[in-house]
């Protein structure tokens, strides 16, 4: 199984990017997916998760300025973040897990990060 993570760059706060990450190897329609991140000097934090069901859950801290969704045609999970603020600067990982729920505390698979800096 392998999970690519992409999109990531240097941005001004208040601009949008959009991360994608594709999978092999994974019967990818009965997983959920999902995104995290890490800043430096800080733990990884969840982001966002969907489930194979297109049930969506976000971190409080992103709510209502990221969006998750999936392409099961494609085998792909998109991260479209908006409104960025430079407290959004950190290493984005994708990761899979077959429940949401688990997914959240202990993926299943990860994906290598995408960095991803927002200026002031």
């Known amino acids: 199984v392998q999970l690519q993570a992409s999109g990531g760059g240097l941005v001004q706060a208040g601009d949008s990017l959009r991360l994608s990450c594709a999978t092999t190897g994974l019967t990818f329609n009965k997983y959920a997916m999902g995104w995290f991140r890490q800043a430096p000097g800080k733990e990884r934090e969840f982001v966002a998760g969907?489930?194979?069901?297109?049930?969506?859950v976000y971190g409080n801290s992103v709510k209502g300025r990221f969006t998750i969704s999936r392409d099961n045609a494609k085998k792909m999970v998109i991260l479209q973040m908006n409104s960025l603020k430079p407290e959004d600067t950190a290493v984005y990982y994708c990761a899979a897990d077959s429940l949401l729920g688990d997914l959240r505390v202990s993926p299943d698979y990860w994906g290598q990060g995408t960095q991803v800096t927002v200026s002031s």
């Open positions: 969907i489930s194979w069901v297109t049930t969506t």
